[in-house]
């Protein structure tokens, strides 16, 4: 059975970066579907972010293009977040998910100085 | 983007109520609709896939109609443990998007 499972910190400071990591068990990355980054905001507003594919290939929200970058790590079976410049309105709950089926449990991330 | 407009955004039912939520998007989207469920504290859960395609595991109580830019949940016979915030995605196009989300409690 696929699980996901998101790690990083849970407080930036605003202009920081953002890096996440998402672990992945039960399925290879490089087998198929694409990896995607979600983030929940408070008051529920969802936004898909962006995703890599099991070929590498990347693709981005628009909203983010300038400061989101996705890439991965075979060997360990992970694909991270990056995301630059972060204001308190990065403030969410970050999911990663496969394609549009299995997501992991979310981690909360507040940009507060 | 496409825009997908969710409604009621909060609703309250008793066990045994047929409950029904729906999801407009701005343009057509063919049948790129799926709908999930998300309980306090656990990862989103797919339930209904393409429209209407209900995806494996989930109770046969789940059903999903629509196609175009109209699509609708319904839970035939509500249950104490379908409490839970429930929400469309649509991917059709890029980026895919979300409707705002339907939280549904016993009354």
């Known amino acids: 059975e696929i699980q996901l499972q998101e790690s990083g910190p849970g407080l930036v400071k605003p202009s920081q970066s953002l890096s996440l990591t998402c672990s992945v068990t039960?399925?290879?990355?490089?087998?198929?579907?694409?990896w995607s980054w979600i983030r929940k905001f408070p008051g529920n507003k969802m936004e898909w972010m962006g995703y890599i594919s099991y070929s590498g290939s990347t693709n981005y929200n628009p909203s983010l293009k300038s400061r989101i970058s996705i890439t991965r790590d075979t060997s360990k079976n992970q694909f991270f977040l990056q995301l630059n410049s972060v204001t308190t309105e990065d403030t969410a709950t970050y999911y990663c998910a496969r394609f549009i089926t299995t997501w992991g449990q979310g981690v909360m991330v507040t940009v507060s100085s | 983007d496409i825009q997908m407009t969710q409604s009621p955004s909060f609703l309250s039912a008793s066990v045994g109520d047929r409950v029904t939520i729906n999801c407009k998007a701005s343009q057509n989207i063919n049948r790129y609709l799926n709908w999930y469920q998300q309980k306090l504290g656990e990862a989103p859960k797919l339930l209904i896939y393409n429209a209407n395609s209900l995806q494996t595991g989930i109770p046969s109580r789940f059903s999903g109609s629509g196609s175009g830019t109209d699509f609708t949940l319904t839970i035939s016979s509500l249950q104490p443990e379908d409490v839970a915030t429930y929400f469309c995605l649509q991917h059709n196009s890029w980026p895919r998007t979300f409707g705002g989300g339907t939280k549904l409690e016993l009354k």
């Open positions: 039960g399925y290879t990355i490089t087998s198929g579907y694409d």
